[in-house]
Structure formats: C-alpha cells, structure tokens
C-alpha cells in the first residue's frame, strides 16, 4: 500500500515538488468569471460616481421648481404634477416651446450680421415663459406644503438644507471666488 500512495503522490505533483496548471477551460473560465465581475463592479461604481456629479434630470413634469422641487419626495413631485396637469398645464407643449425658444435663441445668435435687436426680444420672450413657469411651480408648490403635515414640512425643509450643502460643497459657499468664474481679460 505504502508503495501505491507513494505513487499516487508522485503523479499529482510535477517536476520540484510543484501542483500541476489548472486545465485551459478551467482556467478560461476563471478568467471570465473575474473579467465579468469587475466589470459589473466598475459598472456599480461608474453609476454611483455619475449620479453625485451629474444628478438625475428632472421629471418630465417640472414647472421650474429646480433644488426647491428636488427636495420633495417623488409622490410630493408626482402629486404636485399631477395637481399641475389638472389646473390645465400640458407638459409637452411647455417643453416643445422651450425647444423652439432655444432654436429661435441659436438662430438669433447664429445670424450674420449680428443682430442684437433679435437676440433681446428671444431672450424677453424665454424669460416671460419661464416666469409663467415659475409661478405656476410655486403655487403648486405652496399649494402641496399647505396638505403637508408639519413633520413632512420639517422632512422636506431637511432634504433641502442638504442639497444646500452638497451644492455648497460642489462649488463652493456664496462668496467664495470659486462660484463664478473670473471675469475675462481685456
């Protein structure tokens, strides 16, 4: 018996006492196994990185509520657009007239000769619309505040000092240099 164990020792190992290599389907598949699990980490990780820098654009339903809108909860944003869309608002026709504001600014910026007379009257137009959106995203807004209990008025209040402060950290307190760019040299 001696003999044979000592045999079979000897088959399992190679030449200076070494393990053999693992098989080339095996160690094929190994190597797939890592190369996929890496890759759904970096996929994880490359989300997570993207969404602290870049936030999620907001609902399809904004009424210019921008960081003020963010800090609800998705069924307060659902609710108030909800609210919005009942008082007549229409979503789409708000952002087909964003998209022809926009192609009417580049169109006016585009011409030559410049035509400064043009650019105003866009820009007074866009700004007029987006006002209009302003108030409607604020009546809506104080009309969902006013159902809320005063605990989720405190939540919400909450969630927007933290945006406040993520922003403050992303570039910076008001008053520091690094909110606005230098001025061009002339």
């Given amino acids: 018996m001696k003999g044979e164990e000592g045999t079979m020792t000897e088959a399992n190992t190679s030449v200076g006492g070494q393990k053999p290599a693992m098989k080339g389907w095996l160690k094929a598949v190994f190597i797939l196994s890592v190369t996929l699990n890496l890759l759904v980490a970096g996929v994880v990780v490359g989300g997570f990185l993207a969404t602290e820098r870049h936030p999620p654009r907001p609902s399809a339903g904004d009424v210019t509520l921008g960081p003020l809108g963010d800090a609800f909860s998705r069924e307060d944003r659902d609710a108030m657009r909800r609210a919005a869309e009942r008082s007549g608002t229409d979503f789409s026709t708000m952002r087909k007239a964003f998209r022809a504001d926009m192609d009417r600014l580049i169109a006016a910026l585009s011409a030559d000769p410049w035509d400064e007379a043009a650019v105003r009257e866009e820009l007074a137009?866009?700004?007029?619309?987006?006002?209009?959106?302003?108030?409607?995203?604020?009546?809506?807004?104080?009309?969902?505040?006013?159902?809320?209990?005063?605990?989720?008025?405190?939540?919400?209040a909450e969630r927007l000092r933290e945006r406040t402060e993520r922003m403050d950290r992303r570039i910076g307190p008001p008053g520091d240099d690094r909110r606005m760019p230098p001025p061009p040299e002339e």
Avoid: F, H, I, N
């Avoid at 987006?130 to 008025?153: H, I, K, S």
């Fill in 125 to 156: 137009g866009m700004r007029a619309r987006t006002l209009r959106r302003m108030e409607l995203g604020e009546q809506v807004m104080l009309d969902r505040l006013e159902t809320m209990t005063p605990a989720d008025r405190r939540a919400y």
